[in-house]
């Protein structure tokens, strides 16, 4: 087993959780790191049971060092920085190799299929939480798993020898759009007022944007024809029956079970936008329902909306103190399109 080499692009908290456990495992792993950046001493603590294991990644490799000898790349940097990879890839590539993409959004499988070959590419998802706390130590909850759309054995086993559950999925759309429903909850109007995803969810007005969101984003998929499927830990595909129940009911439902289960652990496009990075990866999940939405005669203003909002504050062309701390601000925007 130890022949078998395994590189993780995006050594982040999701690749590092990923890569200890495949390293714990037995695979030889390594986490490619960008060339001048400092190696600082990383912890991941898996948790298993009443039992807690603290494990450091084992062997990184700065990208130049790079070479065609890895059997698996596990992609999970952000999907804004998919492009910038491809160089990195050729290099790591062999004919033989699979390309794992477990990032969020949409169009990265497609993106990459445009210089691998379709049956290299791999697309996938991760439901795990991981956390970090103090800068470098990675806290992986429990709950969740691991999908991936390929009829590779191998590519299960892997991930069943590390410790996940593992479910296999037809293809690749269904799981990505799957994930998108989970991920766009809170995440933008939340980045966008820089609070926690709780105090949208316990907000009426706040909830309702998220509330169209999420049924712009439904009728999507639906156009689309792509069925939702159960993720690792998450049954999506009861998703289709909010917009019976009615917003009051949802609104309790998510604000008992999904902010409170982040707490205030802030959502990716926030994170982003506080890092001052320049980018987000906005266009990639409320773009993306809006840029189908137009190409299917979807009306998606509230997808559209937040998508506009967060790239406007990314290109400095609005201030983002304006929104910040600021429904009324918000609100006012959504004013004549959502209320």
Known sequence: MGSYKILIVGAGAIGCTIGVRLQKAGYDVFFALRDG????????????????????PDKFIYNSQITNEFDLIIVTVKSYDTPVIIGLLNQ???????????????????YLENYFSEKQVIGGTI??????????????????????????PKAKRIFQEAGYRVVVYQNFQRL?????????????????????????????????I???????????????????VNL?????????????????????????????????????????????KGKTESPYL????????????VYTPASRG?????????????????FRKNKENLLTYFKDILF
């Open 37 to 56: 950046k400092e190696l600082q001493k990383i912890k991941v603590s898996l948790f298993k049971s009443d039992q807690v294991e603290t494990i450091l």
């Open 92 to 110: 790591a590539v062999l004919p033989t190799s699979m390309i794992l993409s477990l990032q969020n959004g949409i169009g990265n499988e497609e």
């Open 127 to 152: 439901t795990t939480s991981v956390s970090q706390k103090n800068g470098n130590l990675f806290l992986e909850e429990t709950r969740g798993g691991i999908g991936i759309a390929t009829l590779n």
């Open 176 to 208: 990505k759009w799957s994930k998108l429903l989970l991920n766009i909850w809170g995440n933008g109007t939340s980045a966008i007022l820089d609070i926690d995803v709780s105090e949208v969810f316990s907000d009426k007005e706040l909830f309702h």
């Open 210 to 228: 998220e509330y169209c969101i999420f049924k712009e984003t439904l009728w999507v998929i639906k156009a689309l024809k792509i069925p939702l």
């Open 232 to 276: 690792p830990g998450y049954p999506v595909k009861y998703m289709n029956i909010l917009p019976f129940l009615g917003e009051s009911l949802v609104q309790k439902i998510f604000y008992r079970s999904f902010s409170q289960g982040r707490g205030s652990k802030k959502t990716s496009i926030r994170l982003d936008l506080l890092s001052g």
């Open 286 to 297: 409320f773009g993306k329902v809006a840029q189908f939405g137009n190409l299917l005669g």
């Open 306 to 322: 937040i998508d506009t909002i967060i790239g406007s504050i990314v290109r400095k062309e609005v201030e983002w103190d304006r």
